[in-house]
């Protein structure tokens, strides 16, 4: 609602003002009344029904830049960025996609073993983990066209900050995929 927005963007605005902010500044010459902030309001995804992971615009072992790099689980992501899941894998091959072949390269089936889902119950704890179910554990959390999908979008956005930046920009990216459409 418009109330909780509002107060989310104070809390925001307001996180320039923290002792540690101010002391960045000071630390580092920024003038106080020049630094700019803005606050994303984006349409919420129920990927606790659905998946979320982590894509790379490199192969992350080895530096390999033409390969898209996909890790994806079921539930929200937290489980991913924090490495407390074994996500799948899935590659695919930049320049084989710019040449029309959609595509995933290679793929290894995680473990999945837990994944974090709102919590029912009203509180302060909004969220929980929760075992993943057998047959869920057994399956990729995304389809080979949805990882094409994604690796398409990583491909458009380290293509626009590598123009912007004049020089190769590799990307990490946090995606989530609503499991209720």
Same mark, same amino acid.
């Given at each position: %609602? %418009?109330? $909780?927005?509002?107060?989310?963007? &104070?809390?925001?605005?307001?996180?320039?003002?923290?002792?540690?902010? #101010?002391?960045?500044?000071?630390?580092?010459? =920024?003038?106080?009344?020049?630094?700019?902030?803005? #606050?994303? @309001?984006?349409?919420?995804?129920?990927?606790? *029904? %659905?998946?979320?992971? +982590?894509?790379?615009?490199?192969?992350?072992?080895? %530096? =390999? &830049?033409? @390969?898209? /790099?996909?890790?994806?689980?079921?539930? /929200?992501?937290?489980?991913?960025?924090?490495?407390?899941?074994? $996500?799948?894998? /899935?590659? #695919?091959?930049?320049?084989?996609?710019?040449?029309?072949?959609?595509?995933? /390269?290679?793929? &290894?089936?995680?473990?999945?073993?837990?994944?974090?889902?709102? !919590?029912?119950?009203?509180? !302060?704890?909004?969220?929980?983990?929760?075992?993943?179910?057998?047959?869920?554990?057994?399956?990729?959390?995304?389809?080979?066209?949805?990882? +094409?999908?994604? !690796?398409?979008? !990583?491909?458009?956005?380290?293509?626009?900050?590598?123009?912007?930046?004049?020089?190769? *920009? $590799?990307?990490?990216?946090?995606?989530?995929?609503?499991?209720?459409?």
């Amino acid at each position: %609602g %418009g109330a $909780p927005l509002i107060e989310a963007c &104070r809390r925001c605005m307001a996180s320039l003002f923290t002792d540690r902010a #101010v002391q960045y500044r000071i630390n580092h010459g =920024f003038d106080h009344l020049q630094v700019a902030l803005s #606050v994303g @309001v984006m349409k919420m995804v129920r990927s606790d *029904t %659905g998946a979320s992971g +982590v894509m790379f615009t490199l192969d992350t072992e080895s %530096g =390999f &830049r033409d @390969v898209v /790099l996909i890790t994806a689980a079921y539930g /929200l992501g937290e489980n991913v960025v924090q490495g407390a899941v074994d $996500p799948d894998e /899935l590659y #695919v091959h930049k320049h084989s996609l710019a040449r029309g072949y959609r595509h995933v /390269l290679r793929r &290894r089936l995680g473990g999945k073993a837990i994944r974090m889902v709102y !919590a029912t119950r009203k509180g !302060a704890v909004t969220t929980r983990n929760e075992e993943t179910p057998p047959e869920l554990r057994g399956r990729f959390a995304i389809s080979d066209e949805q990882a +094409v999908r994604l !690796a398409d979008m !990583a491909v458009h956005i380290e293509s626009h900050y590598t123009s912007r930046n004049g020089r190769p *920009t $590799p990307m990490d990216i946090e995606w989530a995929l609503d499991g209720e459409d």
